[in-house]
């Protein structure tokens, strides 16, 4: 049985620095009939992400922060989850490193979503390192964020296959499909473990 907090929905946070197709896709799945989540906040560290488009469509409650100094840009963070009463953040090709300053203060369970099949391959430039060690499969993992890179908790992770034919560009687009389909089921999943 899920227990809700005070409005009985899940108040997303989610973090982005680009395209957000993962984000879009967290978007619909909360817009499904009985869903418990609802995204209150979005926050990019970049103010031309593509994603900031479809935020401010859907008027969600959108915020840039910039990282010139990594110590500011995370106190306000901290002070919007605080304000919007959010329950878990998800990054969703958030792009930046957050500190563990930012985790201990933060208190929150943070997801990632990251394009291989960890924990192999963590860091940048995934799909290349794939295709050049040949492997036969690649995929995507939804993650806990803790202190170390791309290395906390797996919660879901799904395989695709790498065909003999496949460049970066074709991978990205398999694994970016399984990606936008399994982050909401991720949320779920880690929903009902912490509610
Ligand atoms: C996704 O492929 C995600 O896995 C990756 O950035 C892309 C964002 O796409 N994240 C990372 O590499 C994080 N280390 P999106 O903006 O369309 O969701």
């Known amino acids: 049985m899920v227990k809700f907090p005070g409005n009985n929905k899940i108040n997303l946070a989610i973090f982005i620095s680009g395209r957000g197709t993962n984000f ?13 989540l609802n995204i209150k906040l979005v926050i990019s560290d970049n103010k031309y992400a593509k994603g900031l488009e479809f935020s401010k ?21 901290l002070k919007l989850i605080k304000s919007n009463k959010i329950d878990l953040i998800c990054l969703a090709g958030f792009m930046k490193i957050l500190s563990e300053n930012f985790l201990e203060k933060c208190n929150l369970k943070i997801l990632n979503i990251h394009p291989s099949l960890l924990p192999k391959y963590k860091g940048l430039n995934t799909h290349m390192r794939v295709l050049k060690n040949k492997d036969k499969f690649s995929g995507c993992t939804v993650h806990l964020v803790n202190k170390n890179l791309d290395a906390g908790k797996i919660i879901l992770q799904k395989k695709v296959r790498v065909n003999k ?17 399994i982050y909401p089921l991720a949320i779920m999943k880690t929903v009902k473990s912490i509610f």
């Not at 859907?58 to 100094?69: L, P, Q, R, Y």
């Not at 034919?165 to 389909?181: A, P, Q, W």
């Open 24 to 36: 879009k896709s967290i978007f619909n799945f909360s817009k499904k009939k009985k869903s418990i």
């Open 57 to 77: 469509k859907k008027k969600i409650s959108t915020k840039v922060v910039k990282f010139v100094k990594k110590r500011d840009a995370e106190n306000k963070i």
């Open 165 to 181: 034919n496949d460049t970066i560009k074709s991978l990205e687009k398999k694994i970016l499909r399984m990606e936008n389909k």
